[in-house]
């Protein structure tokens, strides 16, 4: 029988790869799941310490970038994989999918759990963080989440997306704006994201942590106001096909499931019956 196919994990903000109790835990229970699968769990910088810190700190873009080289590297995955994404990681994942997609073992399927897919607009409970960084990090948001500088040196501005002012947004977001391709079309982010087998989008109905909860599932405001919402099939994106995500949908790649709970608050038996035998087997 042939090895299983390898899975990589990136870890949400707050976070780090590997501590027992959080993404840590998930690896052992992947590991448990599927006997001799290869888990890599992402750690961005040298150190649990740095790695926390860079969730906060380092520019996306650096980030996806380091991580593509890394998966480029690594002679396990050069038959393929499958990617799980957390929080943050929903979005740097599907970056590295976009932008190396064709230089990497190709992704199977791409799993996103309480992303933000575009972006958010208010940090409610602060990622559950009562904390300095956490002042630190809605201050600056509010006044100056596109100045260029927040955008290099702070990583929730590269997904902060004001739908009061679209147009900033769409040519100040350094990160959430060129992959969702709002800045200009690239084709190669189109073309590899197609080469996907699935990507799966979960949601939790009662996130307090994520503003809207819909980014999830790739919806957002409607440009000009903060209360309604469009969204994946209602919007422009999806409408004018800039990211290919109409053409995945009607093929059947995309599939959009969804959680009673609040942020990232899932059981071990709903992630086996849900995702695990259907797209990790
Ligand atoms: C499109 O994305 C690829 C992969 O990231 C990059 O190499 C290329 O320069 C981009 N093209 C444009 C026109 O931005
Ligand atoms: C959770 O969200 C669902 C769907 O939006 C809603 O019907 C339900 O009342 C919410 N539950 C709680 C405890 O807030």
Request: hydrophobic content about 35%; proline content about 4%; aromatic content about 12%.
């Amino acid at each position: 029988m042939a090895d299983p196919t390898p899975i990589v994990l990136w870890h949400g903000m707050g976070d780090t790869c590997c501590l027992v109790f959080s993404l840590g835990m998930f690896k052992t229970y992947l590991e448990k799941q599927i006997p001799g699968v290869y888990v890599l769990s992402l750690r961005i910088g040298n150190s649990a310490i740095e790695d926390l810190e860079n969730g906060y700190f380092m520019y996306p873009n650096k980030q996806v970038e380091t991580v593509c080289d890394v998966l480029a590297k690594d002679p396990k995955l050069q038959d393929g994989f499958n990617a799980i994404g957390f929080s943050q990681g929903s979005q740097f994942l599907r970056a590295v999918v976009q932008r190396c997609g064709h230089k990497v073992g190709p992704v199977k399927n791409l799993v996103t759990i309480g992303g933000q897919h575009q972006g958010v607009y208010g940090i409610p409970h602060c990622f559950a963080l009562q904390h300095e960084t956490c002042d630190y990090v809605r201050k600056l948001l509010n006044y100056a989440a596109y100045y260029s500088w927040v955008q290099k040196s702070l990583v929730q501005a590269t997904y902060w997306h004001d739908p009061l002012d679209d147009a900033t947004y769409k040519k100040s977001s350094e990160f959430l704006a060129d992959i969702n391709n709002e800045r200009k079309i690239n084709q190669t982010y189109v073309q590899n994201l197609n080469r996907l087998d699935h990507f799966i989008m979960v949601k939790f109905e009662n996130d307090s942590i994520v503003q809207p909860k819909e980014t999830e599932w790739f919806g957002f405001y409607a440009p000009g106001q903060a209360e309604e919402i469009l969204s994946l099939q209602q919007s422009e994106l999806y409408k004018m096909d800039r990211l290919g995500l109409k053409k995945m949908d009607e093929d059947g790649k995309l599939v959009f499931l969804s959680q009673p709970g609040d942020h990232l608050r899932f059981t071990e038996e709903w992630f086996t019956e849900n995702i695990l035998k259907r797209y990790l087997l």
